[in-house]
């Protein structure tokens, strides 16, 4: 199975701030990542697909970046909705994996 | 606008099967180039894809429940299902169904449905 290593796995930040989460995976899975937000619930949400590109109707400050085997994604100012938990995952190779999650909370 | 619900029982015993539909409205589940998926996440843990299966029938299965996990779609009903049988402690999760993009991987997903496995 490809591995996806998430980090960090929690973020203490406040409103207005930068944020970067990163997944590294175990082997080249060319561009195929998308990132998720996942709220108790509520249905998780595709901020990113391919690496890159950003979900329609998603706001501007979430971006995406591929570096390698290293995928990134920024929120450029964060907003009060979200504080969240964000997911990486991988559907290049059977099984599709995410990664662990990062936990995005109010400092 | 598809959108998609999951349904079934919220309790399950052990050794049983257990059971989830994930009925699709908005859109034919028969048009376009997509997969349909399962994913859970157990309370407090990752998410696990369970899954995928496509219209005309074929299905992928996560190795690790390949030999107790059945995916299946009825075209007529809009709908598709999850069956995992011989359910243990370890099966209890929020399921999630979502439809497939072969291309650009899960795109839109359903609220997902809370599943206890206890006697």
């Known amino acids: 199975d490809i591995q996806m290593t998430q980090s960090p796995s929690s973020l203490s930040v406040s409103v207005g701030d930068r944020v970067t989460i990163t997944c590294r995976a175990s082997q080249g899975i060319r561009n195929d990542v998308g990132w998720y937000q996942l709220k108790p619930g509520k249905a998780p949400k595709r901020l990113i697909y391919a690496a890159s590109s950003l979900q329609s109707g998603v706001p501007s400050r979430f971006s995406g970046s591929r570096s390698g085997t290293e995928f990134t994604l920024t929120i450029s100012s964060l907003q009060p909705e979200d504080f969240a938990t964000y997911y990486c995952l991988q559907h290049n190779s059977y099984p599709f994996t995410f990664g662990p999650g990062t936990k995005v909370e109010i400092k | 606008q598809v959108q998609l619900q999951e349904s079934g029982p919220g309790l399950v015993k052990p050794s049983q099967t257990l059971s989830l539909t994930c009925t699709v409205s908005?859109?034919?589940?028969?048009?376009?180039?997509?997969?349909w998926s399962w994913i859970r996440q157990p309370a407090g843990k990752g998410l696990e894809w369970i899954g995928r299966?496509?219209?005309?029938?074929?299905?992928n299965y996560n190795p690790s429940l390949t030999s107790r996990v059945t995916i299946s779609v009825d075209t007529s009903k809009n709908q598709f299902s999850l069956k995992l049988s011989s359910a243990t402690a370890a099966d209890t999760a929020v399921y999630y169904c979502?439809?497939?993009?072969?291309?650009?991987?899960?795109?839109?997903w359903g609220q997902g449905t809370t599943v206890t496995v206890s006697s």
């Open positions: 908005g859109g034919s589940i028969s048009s376009g180039s997509y997969y």
């Open positions: 979502a439809r497939d993009d072969y291309y650009y991987g899960l795109d839109v």
């Open positions: 299966i496509y219209t005309s029938g074929s299905t």
